[in-house]
C-alpha cells in the first residue's frame, strides 16, 4: 500500500468553512495525486504533484488548492467548502520509474 | 472530452463461474490500462495492467485482454471467488505525468 495515510479519515464541516486534508506516504514516491469519488463518476482527479512544489490542476480542480512542501506530505485545501463538495477523496502516489498508482484508505468528507 | 466507461454497472456470477468484466474507451492515444479493485470502504488496489503493444496479459487468476482495434478492455477472474466481490475499474493512461482516468466502476457480486 506504499505507506499511504490519509487524515481525517471522517469529516463535516458546515459550507464556508475552510477544510485541509492530508496525504502522508513513507516511500518516498515522487508522484501524488488527488482524487474525488461520487456515485456515478468514479475517480475523478483534482491536483497532482510531480516533486515537490511542482503541482498541476485535474479535471476537477475548481474551488481546490494544493501544496506540497515536503516529498511525504501532499495537503488538499477546500478554501470555503461547498454542499458538491461532499465526496469521497483519496489520494494516490506514484514513484518515478513505476506506473502502478497506490492509493489511501480514502477520507469522507460530508459539507452540511 | 476523452473518457473511459463500462458497459454494465452490475455484474452476478455464481461462485466458481468464470467472470468477464468489459470496459470501452475512448483515447486512441492511451497507451497503458489498469484495472482496479475496490472493496468496501477501502481505496482501490491494482489488479493488472497492460501497456497499449500487448493484447493479452495474464496474472493469478485474471488476465487483461486489449483490443485496439475498438477500443475495448476486459478483465477475467478464473473460478472466481466471495472474496472476488468488490467494484472494478478499469482506467486508462494518455497524458504525461502518469495521469490516469477512471470509468465508472462495475460491481461484481458473487453467488454462493
Known amino acids: 500500500d506504499a505507506g499511504i495515510t490519509q487524515s481525517p479519515r471522517h469529516k463535516v464541516t458546515e459550507t464556508g468553512t475552510p477544510v485541509t486534508l492530508r496525504c502522508h506516504q513513507t516511500?518516498?514516491?515522487?508522484?501524488m495525486y488527488w482524487y474525488r469519488q461520487d456515485p456515478g463518476h468514479g475517480l475523478r482527479l483534482i491536483h497532482y504533484?510531480?516533486?515537490?512544489?511542482?503541482?498541476d490542476k485535474g479535471e476537477v480542480s475548481d474551488g481546490y488548492s494544493v501544496s506540497r512542501s515536503k516529498t511525504e506530505d501532499f495537503l488538499l485545501t477546500l478554501e470555503s467548502a461547498t454542499s458538491s463538495q461532499t465526496s469521497v477523496y483519496f489520494c494516490?502516489?506514484?514513484?518515478?520509474?513505476?506506473?502502478?498508482?497506490?492509493f489511501g484508505p480514502g477520507t469522507r468528507l460530508t459539507v452540511t | 472530452g476523452e473518457s473511459v466507461g463500462l458497459h454494465l454497472p452490475t455484474l452476478s456470477v455464481q461462485e466458481g463461474d468464470n467472470s468477464i468484466i468489459n470496459c470501452a474507451y475512448s483515447?486512441?492515444?492511451?497507451?497503458?490500462f489498469i484495472w482496479y479493485k475496490q472493496e468496501s470502504g477501502k481505496g482501490p488496489q491494482f489488479i493488472i495492467d497492460?501497456?497499449?503493444?500487448?493484447d493479452k496479459r495474464q496474472g493469478q487468476r485474471v488476465t487483461v485482454l486489449l483490443n485496439k482495434t475498438v477500443k475495448h478492455l476486459s478483465l477475467q477472474i478464473a473460478a472466481t471467488q466471495p472474496g472476488d466481490s468488490a467494484v472494478y475499474f478499469c482506467?486508462?493512461?494518455?497524458?504525461?505525468?502518469?495521469?490516469?482516468?477512471f470509468g465508472k466502476g462495475i460491481t461484481l457480486s458473487v453467488r454462493p
Open positions: 494516490a502516489t506514484l514513484m518515478t520509474s513505476g506506473t502502478e498508482q497506490y
Open positions: 516511500e518516498n514516491h515522487r508522484y
Open positions: 504533484s510531480y516533486g515537490v512544489k511542482d503541482t
Open positions: 483515447n486512441s492515444a492511451s497507451d497503458y
Open positions: 497492460i501497456r497499449s503493444n500487448m
Open positions: 482506467a486508462e493512461n494518455a497524458g504525461a505525468n502518469s495521469k490516469l482516468t
